[in-house]
């Protein structure tokens, strides 16, 4: 499963047909030079939606290449990108496009993510890729190993990670405003379940249904699934905490240090098969990091909230509520943030509070951070290490869910320890013809 992807298993994998077909690597080479004053050569997988917002946001640069499974996505792109080439089949484009690139940029479906960011790391290809960062726990550690392996620039897509506000809040945290941590709670309001497939009608002819399932198992064309509703279906989502885990846990991972939960559990109404839960409460422990105690955090969605909220007031007795966020528990007070604001709690304590020196620079922008690293060999804030480990843990939320058991995790021998049906739900076996 680990091992080093060459051009001898894509042909295995693909068909030696392609190479008839005219599919081959262009003898054309990449850019060698690192000057800042260069365009990178960029490659999309995935056009529309998410996938064409990051386009967008890198598109200071040469888009040379994009790829897609519905033509009429791919049509849209290619009339905003004349120039690049256009592949409805992601591993044919970076096979052939191999030596005339520099980075990928990967927003499909989870879980497709890990297949073509997979591919574009292996090839030793930068890489941005769409949160949460792989559609299995097993996929995220594949991913931060190759990353590091061959020592490429990459960025998880989790774009409020560059806000100024998150910034404040971790300065906060770790300058002791609200002293020792040792519980904190996040949620989200997102909702996805109910999910069913509905089989029987025909095929968009725009659509690459076979390519669409990726490493998923083959079932017939289902309505509703493509472009959005994916979510919802285990098969290629996680629902509300696969999708929001990496943005709202991502402040607490970052504030605390935190990287691999020791205790996991969840609850939830009963697992189904098919759609992803109504609501999920998840539980994880983290250890001691240096001088930071040990810590609880728990985790909502779906309009479950914590219980501390629903008592939090502001200085004049008011209820305070926040449809998702985050709410960190110290010992001499409280932070309550989101995306863009923060409090502190209770106000009448921190009235006169001064907030600590800055010490965190303001963001160039979470793709020109990545873009910006390759050039100059610097790093990012999101690289595969920090996120690879956040979607690690985010995960093993859902696997706790899934599973019904407690997990004792030993993140360093990637091991469900006294887990034996978690351990099996780390990963997924892949339809034929796909690999990690």
Not at 104 to 132: G, I, Q
Not at 181 to 189: D, N
Not at 378 to 406: I, K, Q
Request: charged share 20%; net charge positive; with cysteine.
């Amino acid at each position: 499963m680990n091992r080093a992807y060459n051009r001898r298993d894509f042909l295995g994998q693909t068909g030696a047909g392609m190479v008839a077909a005219g599919y081959f690597v262009n003898p054309v080479k990449a850019q060698d030079s690192t000057s800042p004053n260069e365009r990178l050569n960029i490659a999309a997988v995935g056009t529309s939606g998410r996938a064409g917002a990051n386009i967008r946001e890198v598109a200071s640069q040469n888009v040379v290449a994009i790829a897609d499974i519905d033509a009429q996505f791919l049509g849209q792109a290619g009339k905003r990108y004349p120039a690049a080439r256009k592949y409805e089949d992601f591993r044919i484009m970076l096979e052939k496009e191999a030596d005339r690139i520099d980075a990928v940029v990967v927003a499909t479906p989870d879980h497709t993510h890990a297949p073509a960011a997979a591919m574009a790391l292996r090839l030793k290809k930068h890489v941005y890729c769409e949160k949460p960062l792989t559609h299995t726990v097993h996929e995220a550690r594949v991913l931060s190993e190759l990353a590091a392996k061959n020592n490429l620039v990459t960025q998880m897509g989790t774009q409020i990670h560059a806000g100024d506000n998150y910034r404040r809040v971790v300065e906060l945290v770790q300058g002791g405003a609200i002293g020792d941590i040792r519980e904190v709670h996040v949620w989200a309001g997102a909702k996805y379940t109910g999910a069913k497939f509905n089989t029987g009608s025909p095929l968009p002819s725009h659509v690459n249904w076979d390519l669409w399932l990726g490493p998923a198992m083959k079932r017939p064309y289902s309505t509703g699934v493509h472009p959005f509703k994916w979510r919802s279906f285990w098969d290629y989502g996680t629902g509300a905490l696969g999708d929001f885990g990496c943005h709202y846990m991502d402040l607490v991972h970052w504030a605390l240090k935190l990287k691999h939960p020791t205790r996991i559990s969840a609850e939830g109404p009963p697992v189904e098969d098919v759609s992803t839960p109504a609501w999920t409460i998840a539980h994880y422990e983290y250890p001691r990091r240096g001088k930071m105690p040990p810590v609880k955090l728990t985790w909502y969605d779906s309009g479950k909230r914590p219980a501390l909220l629903a008592r939090l007031k502001d200085s004049k007795g008011n209820p305070v509520t926040k449809g998702s966020g985050q709410l960190f528990v110290g010992k001499e007070g409280m932070i309550l943030s989101d995306y863009s604001s923060h409090r502190l709690f209770p106000e009448e304590k921190f009235a006169d509070f001064q907030p600590p020196k800055q010490t965190l620079a303001p963001s160039v922008g979470h793709h020109r951070e990545w873009i910006d690293a390759i050039k100059t060999g610097g790093t990012t804030t999101c690289n595969f290490d920090y996120s690879g480990a956040l979607t690690e843990a985010v995960l093993l939320g859902t696997v706790a869910y899934r599973s019904g058991e407690t997990i004792d995790w030993d993140g360093k021998q990637f091991k469900a320890n006294n887990a034996p049906a978690a351990q099996k739900l780390l990963h997924k076996e892949y339809r034929k013809g796909w690999t990690l």
